[in-house]
């Protein structure tokens, strides 16, 4: 499986999905060297959203992941509003779709302090403030996420003290 991070990110921009990046691929944005193999999104549960969101992972043939394949699920607005979180496959690597990531209200509290990014080719994304990133890192509280939680820590302070 091929891990195309801008291919997945450019899918949900030409669909206008409205999203806020968050995640280990947030934590690369604003400095941190840590590696990861996935997106993670925190989306508008909005109706209308909720059918672009469909459209962009049916477009890039999302299937649950760690599910196995005898399962019924239909990608449709209807399934994404019936639930809240959802980690896919895609043909262009793994994606978590979060309406309510741990430590935060949902996409309006990430919005209202994302940042615009211009990745190239047209796509252009809000990624989350990075105190926001941190906070959902101390909240999900997983071992992966403390040891990150240190390295944007000390990103931020970095950061601060450039402006000082």
């Not at 394949?69 to 019936?82: C, H, K």
């Not at 978590?96 to 990745?119: K, Q, S």
Request: proline share 4%; hydrophobic share 45%; aromatic share 6%.
């Amino acid at each position: 499986m091929q891990f195309e991070p801008i291919s997945i990110l450019a899918t949900l921009v030409r669909h206008d999905v409205r999203f806020v990046l968050i995640g280990g691929v947030a934590g690369r944005i604003w400095g941190s060297p840590t590696t990861t193999n996935d997106i993670d999104i925190c989306y508008d549960r909005e109706p209308l959203n909720l059918e672009r969101l469909a459209e962009a992972l049916v477009g890039i043939s999302a299937r649950l992941r760690e599910v196995e394949d005898a399962v019924p699920f239909i990608l449709d607005a209807e399934t994404l509003a019936r639930g809240q979180n959802f980690t896919f496959m895609t043909d262009v690597g793994p994606l978590d779709v979060l309406g309510l990531p741990a430590g935060i209200g949902g996409y309006g509290e990430l919005a209202a302090n994302a940042v615009e990014f211009d990745l190239g080719d047209d796509v252009r994304i809000f990624v989350c403030d990075l105190d926001d990133l941190i906070r959902m890192k101390e909240a999900a509280g997983r071992a992966k996420d403390r040891i990150e939680l240190e390295v944007l820590t000390a990103v931020r302070d970095e950061r601060n003290a450039g402006r000082a």
